[in-house]
């Protein structure tokens, strides 16, 4: 049996890849998280559209979490804990957008679209996940 330590190292094109992939997340969420710390009034309109309050401290909340996470996702060595975190904030965001029940391919999956370029992004650049996870022998 093979040991995290023992895994086979990473291609070129499978790190290139996943750096790619994890880097269009954390520019989104980079993006996201700034203008929600701002915050920019189509923020706040879309909350109250949402049905969450409305406010520049709830708006920059989120922005501050979003962040963090994102953060902490960047860095290699706490990266598998920052996915975790952000597949939490992005199942709050799909809960939000089921409750208000928005449509399913362009707003309630947007969150399960990011979690797997998220997670696809680590598992190709980081061969202690495939280790933990693997796919195939």
């Known amino acids: 049996m093979q040991t995290i330590l023992e895994t086979a190292p990473v291609s070129n094109t499978a790190l290139w890849a996943g750096r790619i992939m994890s880097g ?8 996201d ?7 920019l009034d189509v923020v706040l309109q879309t909350s109250s559209e949402l049905g ?3 406010s520049v401290g709830f708006a920059r909340g989120l922005g501050i979490l979003g962040l963090v996470c994102t953060i902490l996702y960047a860095l290699p060595q706490t990266s598998v804990l ?4 952000l597949t939490g904030y992005m199942g709050g965001a799909i809960a939000t957008q089921v409750r208000v029940g928005n449509p399913l391919f362009s707003h309630l999956l947007f969150g399960v679209y990011l979690g797997l370029i998220l997670w696809g992004g680590l598992y190709l650049r980081d ?3 495939r280790a933990i996870l693997p796919f195939s022998r």
Not at 24 to 31: E, R, Y
Not at 33 to 39: A, Q, R
């Open 24 to 31: 269009l997340i954390i520019i989104f969420m980079l993006f």
């Open 52 to 54: 969450l309050p409305a």
């Open 33 to 39: 998280s700034g203008i929600k710390l701002v915050p």
């Open 82 to 85: 920052g996915a975790i975190l």
């Open 127 to 129: 061969p202690r996940l």
